[in-house]
């Protein structure tokens, strides 16, 4: 079952600019990831927030999650040619399980 | 740091053999997982356990078993490899919230 869809599918921007892609998800969530994804490569964990909170900053990244409208945001500022990657959401649904639903990904490429 | 191996990173194997994918952590995570990545369609769930000798199924567990003997090992098999099992096959581990994935293993069936 896919919970998380992520939007743009396909970002391609400029050196040091913002990137910004969206997760829209459908029921309710316990907490929610971002994920990256090196070309052909596993996952690697960004950053968690949790249902009750807002926003959360690391380093160059920002997380926001707005529950109301099932969605949530991440900013990678001053983007980097090596932040070129794909970008997964996920979603856990029920407290405690620790078992995630991913998204299909927004691919971002930064041009150097 | 967590490191998750997957033994193979590319395998081809033949329509109706029975296949093995194997991976070890090495940090003491009761949780592993397996999901199997098509384009498209994202990250899908096939087995996970919390436990030695523990297994639920996933999403999508046709046509797929899984064994946990040892805390540190899961292995996905694959009963009888068909094409449409062809895909990039993710293991993960976690003691709680964050997976940490392996860099996964590239099947082909043939």
Redesign the interface.
Known sequence: SQQGEEDPQALSIQEGENATMNCSYKTSINNLQWYRQNSGRGLVHLILIRSNEREKHSGRLRVTLDTSKKSSSLLITASRAADTASYFCATETTSGTYKYIFGTGTRLKVLA | DVK?TQSSRYLVKRTGEKVFLECVQDMDHE?M?W?RQDP??????IY?S?DVKMKEK??IPEGYSVSREKKERFSLILESASTNQTS?Y?C?S?L?????????T?LTVV
């Open positions: 998750v949780n997982f999901y498209g369609l994202g990250l899908r769930l996970f919390y996933g999403d990039m993710l993960a976690s709680t919230y964050g997976y940490t994935f392996g860099s996964g590239r």
